[in-house]
């Protein structure tokens, strides 16, 4: 049974960086491409990011680019998604998702993934 864990989130003021992880159980995620995503109250969920299975390549939503990095540990079974010079527009509940037939691109888009954890609350706030 495919599981991802998020982990990581947390208070912190604007300027500052947390970094999330992302944990497979039951299988190898660096088999998967894996996407980062986020909603906040109110809103549609957002693409953020994304790592492709085999390559390792990236991609990033416009918002995102240039303060956050997705990583994988392989070691770890994880993804890492370094949020750099947060903001409070930052603030919501961030999920992973994997699947192993998911092509990431810089439309970070849901379509396509099959697996999700459970999400980890991210607030920006002095």
């Known amino acids: 049974q495919l599981r991802l864990v998020e982990s990581g989130g947390g208070l912190v003021q604007p300027g500052g960086s947390l970094r999330l992880s992302c944990v497979g159980s039951?299988?190898?995620?660096?088999?998967?491409?894996v996407a980062w995503f986020r909603q906040a109250p109110g809103k549609e969920r957002e693409g953020l990011s994304c790592i492709n299975r085999q390559t390792d390549s990236t991609g990033y939503t416009d918002s995102v680019k240039g303060r956050f990095t997705i990583s994988r540990d392989n070691a770890k079974n994880t993804v890492f998604l370094q949020m750099n010079n947060l903001k409070p527009e930052d603030t919501a509940v961030y999920y992973c998702?994997?699947?192993?037939?998911?092509?990431?691109?810089?439309?970070?888009?849901?379509?396509?993934?099959?697996?999700w954890g459970q999400g980890t609350q991210v607030t920006v706030s002095s």
């Open positions: 039951g299988f190898k995620l660096d088999d998967y491409a």
């Open positions: 998702a994997a699947d192993r037939s998911y092509y990431c691109s810089n439309a970070v888009r849901g379509l396509g993934l099959r697996s």
